[in-house]
């Protein structure tokens, strides 16, 4: 069984960590913590979560999934935390970079289960999605996307222990939206599993428009398939394509950086590589050929701006991801032609934003 820690005293938590000791020095808008710096908000949320009936009920591996996301859920207040001019003190952001950054530890220096890790991401990065859900511009939306991230039950309980885990007038309140949450999820099929559509395709199609309904199948049916490889350089994605895509067309931005002699930082060349990639896809698209497009793509906003460039010549998506352990990582790196600076990985796997279940009509994951 993974745990993050087999120290659950505070004390010891906070020799062990040093991202635990940094919380102490982070302070809190007294209107929404009374309790005090983030360090003894922390605290209490653990103890809250201990303390609930649900979580004692749950599985031994679930219970220190949801142990180690409410130890990290506030980690990067740390380096969002503003005083603003009128004096409240403000943390925006702070749930995205948390979730960046509980990706980082648990990959590098903590290595989970993929998986667990993953749950803990999405936990950490939808923490406060209860409270709010209801004030999104498109709430049931945004909950399917984050049903297919994180399961939803435990957000919920989580939620509870960041409220009751706190010192503030409106508490009460703030519970009311968790149940109110918990009602959304039901009504919508999204309470501890994702929302069923008739098909991948559907579910594209609603995701992708503002105009959409999540019932509605589309009479037009993909034309191709476009397999969109992502990973850090060196996790084997070569290898992967040579393996399960034989005789497919292949644009690979590693084989256009050799062609043309672009050194891997260079953002000018990447830049030129990229453009040159899109236009030997449009091609291909225009030919209804389906092919793999094979780089890096580590974040969704680059994924995001291929996918939608194959989706409007209505090609079907598939995203594979591989991963492999930090360490072997490296050698596979060191071992391959087109070398990537360490440093560079290094920055990469620190903004790495693995594929969401939701980003294409299929996701798969190749973990070594």
Not at 6 to 30: G, I
Not at 302 to 313: D, E, G, K, P, V
Request: net charge negative; aromatic share 8%; hydrophobic share 40%.
């Amino acid at each position: 069984m993974w745990t993050i820690t087999d120290h659950k005293d505070w004390t010891l938590l906070e020799q062990q960590f040093d991202w635990v000791r940094d919380m102490r020095e982070v302070p809190q808008d007294a209107l929404h913590h009374a309790e005090g710096n983030v360090a003894i908000h922390t605290k209490m949320v653990l103890e809250a979560m201990a303390q609930d009936v649900r979580y004692q009920e749950l599985d031994t591996q679930v219970q220190e999934t949801l142990w180690a996301a409410a130890l990290l859920h506030d980690v990067e207040k740390r380096s969002t935390t503003v005083t603003e001019p009128d004096g409240r003190i403000t943390a925006h952001g702070h749930a995205r970079k948390g979730a960046q950054t509980a990706r980082f530890l648990l990959y590098r220096d903590l290595p989970a289960p993929f998986f667990t890790r993953e749950e803990i991401v999405g936990l950490v990065r939808h923490h406060s999605l209860p409270l709010w859900l209801l004030e999104k511009p498109d709430p049931l939306k945004t909950l399917i996307r984050a049903s297919m991230e994180v399961n939803t039950r435990w957000l919920a309980m989580l939620a509870r222990a960041d409220v009751r885990g706190r010192i503030c007038q409106d508490q009460e309140d703030l519970l009311y939206r968790v149940d109110c949450f918990e009602e959304f999820c039901n009504e919508q099929g999204c309470w501890g599993a994702t929302r069923p559509f008739r098909s991948a395709h559907a579910r594209m199609h609603y995701l992708e428009r503002d105009d959409a309904y999540p019932d509605y199948e589309p009479f037009e049916a993909p034309e191709m398939e476009v397999v969109l490889m992502s990973g850090l350089p060196g996790a084997g994605k070569d290898t992967f394509v040579k393996k399960h895509f034989p005789g497919m067309p292949v644009i690979s931005l590693d084989d256009i950086r050799l062609q043309r002699g672009i050194d891997p930082g260079d953002k000018t060349g990447n830049g030129q590589a990229i453009q040159e990639a899109k236009e030997r896809a449009r091609v291909l698209l225009r030919k209804k050929t389906g092919f793999v497009w094979n780089a890096t793509n580590t974040t969704a906003q680059m994924r995001s701006q291929l996918i939608s460039l194959f989706l409007a010549y209505r090609a079907r998506v598939k995203i594979v991801y591989v991963e492999s352990p930090y360490m072997a990582l490296h050698k596979q790196n060191r071992d391959r032609e087109a070398v990537v600076p360490p440093a560079v990985i290094d920055r990469l796997v620190r903004k790495l934003e693995v594929p969401a279940p939701w980003e294409a009509h299929e996701v798969s994951y190749h973990i070594q």
